[in-house]
């Protein structure tokens, strides 16, 4: 499977990742600048907020309450469509692959 981090000033990194890992884990794993992950991945810090790409926005799993209550406490402004927490983002069988665009700042 395939995270592709956009960052704000155009460069792109690509991550092979396992299913079971998180689009926040990956990043920190992998040293991915522009995610933090402070609370690590209980959805309670919102450094790890992401912009999901079409056509990966379909095949998310539901948002949670927390997940929605964090996300109005971003650093950089929620999108109302592409705005996600990292951590709540797991790589599956039902989403093999995701391309994410990371904000200006995460704190
Ligand atoms: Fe804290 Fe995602 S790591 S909300």
Do not use: N, W
């Not at 794993?29 to 992401?50: L, N, P, R, Y």
């Not at 705005?83 to 665009?101: H, N």
């Amino acid at each position: 499977s395939k995270i592709t981090f956009h960052h704000p000033g155009g460069q792109t990194d690509v991550l092979d990742v396992e299913p079971g890992t998180s689009v926040m884990r990956a990043a920190v794993t992998h040293g991915i600048t522009g995610i933090v992950g402070e609370c690590g991945g209980q959805a309670m810090c919102a450094t790890c907020h992401v912009y999901v790409r079409e056509p990966y926005l379909e095949a998310l799993p539901a948002m949670g309450e927390d997940e929605d209550e964090m996300l109005d406490c971003t650093a950089t402004d929620r999108d109302d469509t592409r705005s996600r927490l990292g951590c709540q983002i797991t790589i599956t069988d039902a989403l093999t692959d995701i391309e994410v665009d990371l904000p200006e700042s995460q704190v």
